[in-house]
């Protein structure tokens, strides 16, 4: 059984900051993709960022320069730094990882953040 815990989500106002963790536990060989996803009202899913165990990241074009995403593979954690905060930015994110051998992903719970104007 594989867990993805998030926490950090929260209210803040335009042009604040906030820092999303999510910790993965459980029957894990190794994580392959780490990445933070987020779904708005009425919108579809879409990637934020995401990080290999590399250490290569990508970005959506919409965060570039304001998010930055990291990891710490000793502690299965993925890391998602959100400044300049905007309310556009206002979503549900969503943790995923992608897990040896199998390559198969899983979802956190998904953590609320609001970005007031």
């Known amino acids: 059984q594989v867990q993805l815990v998030e926490s950090g989500g929260g209210l803040v106002q335009a042009g604040g900051s906030l820092r999303l963790s999510c910790a993965v536990s459980?029957?894990?060989?190794?994580?392959?993709?780490m990445g933070w996803y987020r779904q708005a009202p009425g919108k579809q899913r879409e990637l934020v960022a995401r990080?290999?165990?590399?250490?290569?990241?990508d970005y959506a074009d919409s965060v570039k320069g304001r998010f930055t995403i990291s990891r710490d593979n000793a502690k299965n954690t993925v890391y998602l730094q959100m400044n300049s905060l905007k309310p556009e930015d206002t979503a549900v994110y969503y943790c995923?990882?992608?897990?040896?051998?199998?390559?198969?992903?899983?979802w956190g719970q998904g953590t609320q953040v609001t970005v007031s104007s």
């Open positions: 995923n990882s992608n897990l040896a051998p199998t390559g198969l992903g899983y």
């Open positions: 990080i290999t165990s590399g250490g290569s990241k």
């Open positions: 459980g029957s894990i060989f190794s994580i392959l993709i």
